[in-house]
């Protein structure tokens, strides 16, 4: 065991002595070490619950005969973070959660670990963790929040909350209806209602085979939550037995599958960013030319929230993550001899599921469209891609061609649209919002909220080289590779210039002539950094392109 290097024989006897102080039993030191990552914290609505996610965990690793050690990793909450400096700390936490995380897991020798995220930063952090270090491990989040309902019985979740802030400034909504979606959007405890970053991840942990069936999809206020947290304590015990190793599930064909099921369910775009990253973690390349392979063969099954009026509970009931697999099967888009957390192949996890609401989860017949919910761009004006979630874009705005009103920062964009001074048929440009011109590439929920709020999600797109919330909808297409501080087209963009975006054909130009081009960027000097000191300057200097997944190398 990993373990016996803190605790076999005599020159372990300091280390032993430190556990005795602990409060551990002879018998407690000699069973299995199991470390429990708890996320838990009293800021994010999606943590405040893992506090008792992990004390169901350490009752299953006990109850199988480990010793459950529990240590924390950070999570920030993004609906909290969104709009101000504070959003720039979130995508950079992923990094800071797989390093922290592996040195607490070598320094401690664990045997296994059972990972406790649940949002979106956190999710993906540990996965690259647990690929990383390659010990047996297993993943359990905390749960989606339930769906909100209004004064007047309509349904609702946090983007429509953000999108009330938009409708406020349209004139279309007062005091009294902001103040019923700010007291109502967000009713539970658990990772906001629909299909936004973080349930992306936990669905996709469950597709790529290192989560039990339901970790995506069981609501957080369940006490199913609660019974699964127990049984992933228990089924630790079962890999750490088997010497089955994150490697062993987390492979090519299971990354395909991942962003099979991506597609299937019309995930973040976000997810653009932290596949590659964890795959990269693991030794597999994956890059977003795959995607749009995948995409092109697979249909959209779901449209939960921002896409449409269903939300996670929903997915639940109608037989969650598994009844999507399930479909995809009948089609032999997925590779079901991967092996799973739970020992057994998806094949055998997926005999006798059954999709149990096709209103929910469309039949692969009859799918919402022919194409996966995510599409890669490529053009002059994003060489190495951009991404949109195509499944939560207007039929109208599919095809769009307008004039670039050019912003260089979030703060000057989302003024401008609150002003009024936004048209339809503009192209909001937002730059030197990427990966190291943030730095910390920051999600634009609040103007993509503001543009649909003030009824022009269906006439006005918005490109930017930061990156978007799961919660937004419309024509909003993020990760511009390369970005303006790194030289990308996109800083060289002048207000009035036409941009031509076809998501049909996966493409998006810059129609200005070479010759201009030319002398535009004889003259572009690039502009200071906006943060020069701290992990932020660090980690600008570090970080790839989104087109890499924002690692750091």
Avoid at 211 to 232: C, Q
Avoid at 243 to 255: K, S, Y
Wanted: net charge negative; glycine share 10%.
């Amino acid at each position: 065991m990993n373990s016996d290097y803190i605790k076999s024989g005599v020159e372990r006897a300091p280390n032993r002595s430190l556990l005795y102080a602990l409060g551990y039993t002879d018998e407690e030191i000699r069973r299995p070490i199991i470390g429990v990552v708890s996320s838990h914290n009293e800021i994010v609505p999606g943590h405040m619950n893992l506090d008792k996610i992990a004390e169901a965990v350490k009752a299953g690793v006990r109850a199988a005969g480990g010793t459950p050690v529990m240590f924390p990793a950070i999570a920030v909450c993004d609906g909290i973070a969104m709009g101000h400096i504070g959003m720039k700390y979130s995508l950079v936490t992923r990094d800071l959660i797989a390093d922290s995380t592996e040195a607490m897991a070598i320094a401690h020798q664990f045997d296994g670990l059972v990972m406790i995220p649940n949002c979106d930063k956190n999710v993906p952090g540990l996965l690259m963790a647990a690929a990383r270090l390659n010990i047996p491990t297993i993943f359990v989040s905390g749960g989606p929040m339930l769906a909100g309902h209004l004064k007047d019985g309509r349904r609702t979740c946090l983007s429509h909350m953000f999108e009330a802030v938009g409708a406020y400034h349209a004139g279309t909504l007062d005091d009294k209806g902001v103040l019923d979606y700010e007291e109502n959007a967000c009713p539970s405890c658990g990772s906001c209602s629909g299909m936004y970053t973080a349930n992306s991840m936990n669905c996709l942990t469950e597709a790529i085979g290192m989560a039990l069936p339901g970790n995506g999809t069981i609501p957080a206020p369940y006490s199913a939550r609660l019974r699964l947290a127990k049984h992933a304590g228990m089924q630790i015990m079962q890999l750490v037995e088997k010497n089955i190793r994150p490697r062993d599930i987390m492979t090519p064909a299971a990354f395909h599958n991942a962003e099979t099921v991506d597609m299937a369910l019309g995930c973040s775009t976000n997810t653009m960013l932290h596949l590659p990253a964890i795959a990269h973690e693991a030794g597999v390349t994956i890059d977003l030319d795959m995607s749009n392979e995948i995409s092109a063969k697979t249909p959209n099954l779901c449209h939960l929230a921002p896409a449409g009026d269903t939300f996670m509970e929903d997915l639940e009931r109608a037989g969650g993550v598994s009844a999507v697999m399930k479909e995809l099967t009948k089609k032999d888009l997925l590779d079901t001899s991967v092996m799973t957390v739970t020992g057994k192949t998806m094949a055998e996890n997926l005999e006798g599921v059954e999709n149990l609401d096709p209103s929910i989860i469309r039949p692969i017949e009859n799918p919402y469209s022919a194409q996966g919910g995510i599409a890669v761009l490529k053009g002059n004006l994003a060489v190495d891609g951009c991404v949109v979630k195509q499944s939560a874009v207007a039929p109208e705005m599919m095809v769009h061609e307008g004039p670039a009103r050019v912003f260089d920062s979030e703060e000057d964009a989302i003024a401008a649209i609150y002003a009024k001074k936004i048209v339809p048929g503009d192209v909001v440009v937002i730059r030197y919002e990427g990966p190291k011109g943030g730095p910390g590439m920051r999600e634009m929920l609040n103007p993509t909220s503001a543009i649909c709020g003030m009824g022009l999600g269906e006439s006005v797109a918005l490109i930017t080289d930061g990156r978007f919330s799961g919660a937004t909808r419309g024509a909003s297409i993020g990760h511009i590779s390369p970005e303006a501080a790194a030289g990308g087209l996109i800083a060289l963009v002048e207000e009035g210039d036409l941009i031509s975006i076809d998501i049909p054909n996966c493409k998006i130009e810059l129609k200005v002539s070479d010759e201009a081009l030319a002398e535009r960027r004889a003259k572009w000097v690039c502009p200071e950094p906006k943060v020069k000191t701290g992990y932020l300057a660090r980690y600008a200097k570090l970080v790839t392109s989104a087109d890499k997944g924002a690692i750091l190398l």
